[in-house]
């Protein structure tokens, strides 16, 4: 059993930042991707960033600039540092981790239940 339990949403004014946390816990053996997807209300589930096990990250345009990811391999967390935020980051935002649970499985993908960012005035 795995699971991922996200932490640090909330209410921030535009320009703010908030910082979010990410924990995997359970029958871990090593994880690969990691990574912050978000979901407005009627829309599609976007991806946010994401981090490679050796550290390369990705982010679309929408956030370059403004998000960074980082991770913590030794406590198998992932963080999401969002600066500059605007009304339109508003979401629910997703931890994601691709992980194997023991040394002969493939990679699995596994979701935190979401923290809700809202982005206004």
């Known amino acids: 059993q795995v699971l991922l339990v996200e932490s640090g949403g909330g209410l921030v004014q535009p320009g703010g930042s908030l910082r979010l946390s990410c924990a995997a816990s359970g029958n871990i053996f090593t994880i690969n991707a990691m990574a912050w997807y978000r979901q407005e209300p009627g829309k599609q589930r976007e991806l946010v960033s994401r981090i490679t096990a050796s550290g390369s990250t990705y982010y679309p345009e929408v956030v370059k600039g403004r998000f960074t990811i980082s991770r913590d391999n030794a406590r198998n967390a992932v963080y999401l540092q969002m600066n500059s935020l605007k009304p339109e980051d508003t979401a629910v935002y997703y931890c994601?981790?691709?992980?194997?649970?023991?040394?002969?499985?493939?990679?699995?993908?596994?979701w935190g239940k979401g923290t809700l960012v809202t982005v206004s005035s």
């Open positions: 994601y981790a691709n992980l194997r649970a023991h040394p002969l499985d493939s990679g699995r993908d596994y």
